[in-house]
């Protein structure tokens, strides 16, 4: 049995899943989950006639949804930097993921953020059809960011994954 010469550099065998490789897609990940978490707050539908217009936020609706998905996934990518668990960063992409099928959802159809918000005042919904037809519909900035931010969440995951991997 050899013993280790004294002031030896040892190398350490590299740790699956380990290391900090993916630490630096985790914070663009981080920023991405930023920005849909401002986003969720911000005007997503532009609401418009005869001069007048008014924007619903995000969190009248589905930004609620984005909002706590962007929270989850920057919980996740912090804690797969602290661990040093590139696995852990990598599951940030999901909240990622469910934030952007929200964002495309309301950018498709405009009118379901309002009518979520009108139903939530108790409006009916053939009231709510009327309404929504005689007005011009627009998105906001605030989808946008939001959209942005969860393909940038996404993408921060799918490289700490392979960044981890290496």
């Given at each position: 049995m050899t013993s280790p010469v004294y002031g030896a550099q040892h190398s350490s065998p590299p740790v699956a899943g380990g290391g900090q490789g993916h630490a630096q897609p985790s914070y663009i990940g981080m920023l991405g989950a930023a920005l849909v978490l401002v986003g969720s707050f911000l005007p997503w539908?532009?609401?418009?006639?005869?001069?007048?217009?008014?924007?619903?936020?995000?969190?009248?609706?589905?930004?609620?949804?984005?909002?706590?998905?962007?929270?989850?996934?920057?919980?996740?990518?912090?804690v797969g930097v602290a661990m040093r668990k590139a696995a852990v960063s990598a599951a940030g992409a999901l909240p990622g993921l469910v934030a952007l099928v929200f964002a495309v959802l309301n950018m498709v159809d405009k009118e379901r953020l309002p009518t979520q918000q009108a139903e939530d005042k108790g409006a009916d919904s053939d009231t709510i059809k009327e309404v929504l037809q005689g007005l011009d519909l627009s998105n906001s900035y605030g989808i946008y960011v939001v959209l942005i931010g969860a393909l940038v969440t996404v993408a921060g995951g799918v490289l700490a994954y392979l960044r981890g991997r290496g």
């Open positions: 539908v532009k609401l418009s006639t005869e001069g007048l217009s008014e924007t619903v936020k995000g969190n009248d609706g589905d930004g609620i949804i984005t909002l706590v998905a962007a929270i989850a996934a920057i919980v996740l990518f912090g």
